[in-house]
């Protein structure tokens, strides 16, 4: 059994990153893996190590660096299949991601867990990834579940 303490628990029923994105302030438009925002607040909301969410295409970018508040604000690891057009700002915070280890457990209906199948009745886990080499090796990258239709139950430990 899990120490409680370090262990979250919570059902799913929508399209999002696990950990929960959040929307930030103002829009982004990408040029590959550069990234320029219209009323943003990058310098007090956005780290590095952070990572834009694009719900439409269900992709995730990590942020590599912060620049500023104007011009271009951002970089991204490599660019979205479809550079973003000013679309939201949503985010999933590096302060979130201290995550060792994620449960997920589709319920009466198959789920998706990163475009990929999970038949109801079934779970997965997904452990963190990096180096010694790598800032964030702590970190568990965001994983995109689509719960829309279903319950997904998810653990997280920490």
Known sequence: MANDKNTDYYAQTTKDTIPASTALTGTVTTSGIYVKGSSTLFKTQ???GSW???AAQNEVRKV???NGDSDIDAQITHAFSADLSAVALVVVKRTDLNIRELSFYADATDAK???ITLKAGV???YG???DSKDNF???IDPVIVDA???TVYVTILK
């Open 46 to 48: 956005l780290q590095k």
């Open 52 to 54: 834009i969410y694009d």
């Open 64 to 66: 590599v660096s912060v």
């Open 113 to 115: 867990i990163e475009a």
């Open 123 to 125: 779970s997965v886990n």
């Open 128 to 130: 963190k990834t990096g």
């Open 137 to 139: 090796k702590n970190f």
């Open 148 to 150: 829309t239709g279903t």
